[in-house]
């Protein structure tokens, strides 16, 4: 005996962001709509964050710049933010020289030391 398979999205777990893949590059015309995608993607997931595959956006460019901080700001205004997976390592220097900072999937989080902790070292003890 089998069950109908319901119908509708597959449940998804709050923990687990949405991804979007980019299929390449974007055009003018097609951002409004990407922006519209995130929107709608993390009021179905709740899980607060996308993760947009980046991977065949091909140069990077002005325009990348400004499709993903478009898309940034809409995951923004709707309570969330966007994640990159895959950015090229030219992307993401360009990103970070106009100062545009997103969290990449799969590395790690960096924080800044903690304040006010100092190493005491010994008189007469070498450096390390």
């Known amino acids: 005996m089998s069950s109908a398979r319901p119908s509708g999205l597959p449940p998804v777990d709050a923990m687990?962001?949405?991804?979007?893949?980019?299929p390449?590059?974007?055009t003018r015309d097609e951002v409004s709509g990407l922006c519209?995608?995130?929107r709608a993607l993390l009021e179905a997931t709740g899980a607060g964050v996308v993760v947009v595959?980046?991977?065949a956006i091909g140069p990077p460019?002005?325009?990348a710049v400004d499709l993903l901080a478009r898309?940034?700001?809409?995951a923004r205004r709707a309570g969330g933010r966007i994640r990159l997976q895959d950015p090229a390592p030219s992307l993401h220097a360009l990103l970070d020289l106009v100062g545009l900072?997103?969290?990449v999937e799969g590395q790690a989080e960096q924080r800044e030391p903690a304040l006010r902790v100092?190493?005491?070292?010994e008189p007469g003890e070498p450096a390390v």
């Open 16 to 22: 687990t962001p949405a991804v979007l893949v980019l």
């Open 24 to 26: 390449g590059p974007v």
């Open 36 to 38: 519209e995608d995130v």
């Open 53 to 55: 595959d980046v991977a």
């Open 61 to 63: 460019g002005l325009a």
């Open 71 to 74: 898309l940034e700001l809409a």
């Open 101 to 103: 900072r997103f969290e």
């Open 118 to 121: 100092e190493e005491e070292v």
